[in-house]
């Protein structure tokens, strides 16, 4: 019955429980010890009235002998008087205890009064025998002894009297002391009675409120420490029973949301599939089975070739979907027991166990041929290709897993760099070209303050064989060790490790200083109205100060702006867009010409190019290569076409034979550069050629 009630009705029972018997015996305590006080107060008030009253009556009676004596031996009437008020004093006290409730004293108290009566009345006759002035005569000495021997009767008589009183209050008293000793045993039985039901009461408070709590605590730190999985076990119905459900449900949900968490943590939120987290644990797990089976663990690192171009035309919802869509394509070539992951970006991964070499070479080549396929979003083509890198662990090596990731993203470099839509397997020495790499990285750093870095210009002609019309600024590193360093190594890791932006500053300023020197030093004619063209990066273009820069190098230089070229690509065009037209916008106000480098190798569209405030594109060289085809002319023909719909100049790169400028003259496009003119030159042979010393080559290329 008890466990049906709540914790406050039994807390409740269990406090009555203890504390009515108390309140009980504690009344009978203070009962008995209200009536041992009453029975004191009854002994000292029959004290009071019992043995005050006979010893002031002995008192009275020796002084009416004394004064009677005293009237009889000086008669005066002073004396007389004086034994007068005695004697009513006396026979008053006697009065006064004949309703007094006297058992066995009251018969003393009547022989003393009768014995007092007889030495007053002897007293009185021998007062009226005797003169006022003679005193007592011979005849009253017997009668004066007779008045002794009554008065010491009296006294005898109350002395006795006083005594049994005494003894009557010493008998009271001692059953006063009974009672008190009855009410002290009654107290410390309430006491011991009392202890003895908080023992009990104690008892069952812990059984009922301390036992559920001590559990409830566990569990707290139980779940405190992460055993999510504990429960409480409180088969009650009470608020402690509620509570451990409480509980209990809070403990499910915590497990849920861990559960979720560390899936959340350990997978990728746009694919589903497991992160880099979660597949560097499924590579320690497969190294410590290899280790053991003597079995192969091979990594493939997969990186999609075009898929940034998706995300910067189409936006994020599109590449999101497009990686959903390539998620599931991993999942349909590969085998069950194959871990596919994505580690970011563009970037997926599969780990294979127990497969031969070939074997993982055939799943690279599913994978490739899989994502060729053409992904569709809002009814619209997508083609993207794949370059992997594949690397073969070695078990019981440390850090055999780090290798393992390091060695496949290398491999997947090379992929992509032989032509991508291919794979490649790791080869060590692919880590001699990395850690030169990181050499030339650090020696780039400081290759400006040593005077390492050079410009040469390359000229741009009329294709018609007019005059020299402008100069490209092209960066040379002559580096002591390794010789000339081609740009095509060290831009690149300009732009890696951020140098580039120091590295664009400074040709900036060293090409329009050039510029201004060619004008100073040559005077008229070509060099006097000679442009300069300079490539910008990508971090250049994304500082706000840029045009800043370019105002005070114009100035410092004293360079018409109309004579500086400034040369983007089209990737960089796709990025931020509008903060991008903002900024060329500001170079264009300030005079600066704005070219477009490599046209129509990027993602660059009509759109992009209606929207841009550029006044040039040039022709990229891949194009110019293929004039000897009707396709190539065509696709040729078409950007020149272009160029000029939207009044901007085309300028063809890589001229090298005659039939390519033949071409190009015919399809209108009136400027070009290119080894068929001249390669890439120093100041000084720039400045003989301005001077009319150095005419344009118009050779062949070698084959």
């Known amino acids: 019955m008890l466990s049906s009630l709540s914790v406050r009705a039994r807390v ?122 003679d005193g007592p005569s011979s005849a009253a000495v017997p009668q004066l002894s007779a008045i002794e021997r009554s008065t010491e009767a009296a006294l005898r008589a109350l002395e006795e009297a006083e005594q049994l009183a005494s003894a009557d209050i010493v008998e ?89 968490l560390t899936h959340h943590a350990l997978h990728d939120a746009v694919t589903g599939l497991p992160n880099r987290v979660l597949l560097a644990d499924r590579i320690r797990q497969a190294l410590a089975r290899s280790s053991r089976r003597g079995t192969q663990v091979a990594l493939l690192l997969i990186d999609l070739d075009g898929f940034k171009a998706v995300n910067d035309t189409l936006g994020h919802t599109a590449g999101d979907e497009v990686l959903r869509s390539v998620a599931d394509r991993l999942r349909l070539c590969l085998r069950p027991e194959d871990t596919a992951a994505r580690l970011g970006g563009d970037e997926f991964a599969v780990l294979a166990e127990g497969e031969t070499s070939a074997q993982v070479l055939g799943i690279g080549e599913r994978i490739l041929s899989c994502l060729r396929p053409a992904f569709v979003h809002d009814d619209r083509e997508l083609f993207l290709t794949a370059s992997i890198g594949i690397a073969f662990a070695v078990p019981g090596q440390d850090g055999a897993g780090e290798d393992l990731l390091r060695h496949a993203d290398l491999a997947m470099y090379r992929a992509k760099a032989g032509g991508k839509d291919d794979l490649c397997v790791f080869d060590p020495t692919m880590h001699d070209v990395v850690e030169d790499r990181l050499r030339m990285s650090n020696e780039l750093r400081g290759a400006l303050d040593r005077g390492e870095l050079a410009l040469h210009y390359q000229p741009i002609y009329s294709i018609k064989g007019e005059p020299l019309v402008a100069v490209e ?97 089209e990737s960089m065009m796709i990025h931020d867009v509008e903060a991008t037209i903002r900024r060329l916008r500001e170079l264009r ?82 400027l070009g550069q290119g080894y068929h003119f001249a390669r890439p030159e120093s100041p000084e042979t720039i400045t003989r050629r301005l001077a009319g010393q150095v005419q344009p080559a118009f050779t062949e290329a070698p084959a």
């Not at 908080?198 to 812990?206: E, P, Q």
């Not at 890791?493 to 120091?502: F, H, Q």
């Not at 990066?537 to 109309?562: K, N």
């Open 589 to 670: 106000d300030l005079g600066v010409q704005l070219a477009v480098d490599d046209f129509g190798t990027g993602y660059s569209s009509l759109g992009y190019l209606r929207q841009f405030p550029i006044d040039r594109i040039k022709i990229d060289k891949s194009f110019v290569d293929q004039l000897g085809t009707s396709q190539g002319r065509a696709l040729a023909e078409g950007i020149i076409n272009l160029a000029h719909s939207l009044a901007l100049e085309p300028i063809a790169e890589g001229i090298e034979h005659e039939y390519q400028l033949a071409a190009l003259d015919d399809l209108g496009c009136q």
């Open 473 to 569: 600024a092209l960066m040379r590193w002559n580096h002591p060790t390794r010789g000339a360093v081609p740009p095509s190594e060290f831009i690149p890791l300009a732009e890696a490790n951020g140098v580039i932006t120091t590295l664009g500053t400074w040709a900036l300023d060293e090409a329009c200083g050039q510029l201004r020197q060619w004008h100073d030093t040559v005077g008229t004619g070509a060099a006097g109205e000679l442009q300069v063209s300079v490539n910008l990066s990508a971090r250049q273009l994304a500082d706000d100060g840029l045009a800043d820069l370019v105002a005070r190098t114009l100035a410092r230089h004293d360079i018409a702006p109309h004579r500086l070229i400034l040369e983007i690509t």
């Open 12 to 133: 409740g029972v269990s406090v009555a429980a203890m504390v009515l018997p108390l309140l009980a015996l504690s009344a009978t305590a203070v009962t008995a010890l209200e009536g041992t006080l009453d029975r004191f107060a009854d002994t000292a008030d029959e004290a009071v009235e019992e043995a005050l009253p006979l010893a002031r009556l002995q008192t009275l009676v020796i002084q009416v002998e004394r004064r009677g004596l005293s009237a009889i031996l000086e008669p005066s009437p002073t004396a007389g008087a004086d034994y007068q008020a005695a004697r009513r004093q006396l026979q008053e006290a006697f009065g006064d205890l004949e309703g007094s409730e006297l058992t066995e004293e009251g018969e003393l108290v009547t022989t003393a009064s009768a014995r007092a009566e007889d030495a007053v009345r002897l007293l009185d006759a021998v007062l009226d025998r005797s003169a006022p002035t």
């Open 172 to 260: 009271e008293y001692q059953i006063a002391q009974q009672v008190q000793r009855r009410a002290v045993l009654w107290i410390v039985a309430v006491v011991l009675v009392g202890l003895v039901l908080a023992a009990a009461g104690g008892l069952h408070l812990t059984r009922v409120v301390l036992t559920p709590l001590r559990t409830l605590r566990e569990a707290a730190r139980r779940l405190g420490e992460g055993m999510l999985s504990h429960r409480v076990a409180l088969p009650r119905r009470d608020e402690f029973g509620e509570l451990g459900s409480a509980f209990n449900a809070m403990a499910g949900d915590l497990e849920r949301s861990q559960a979720e």
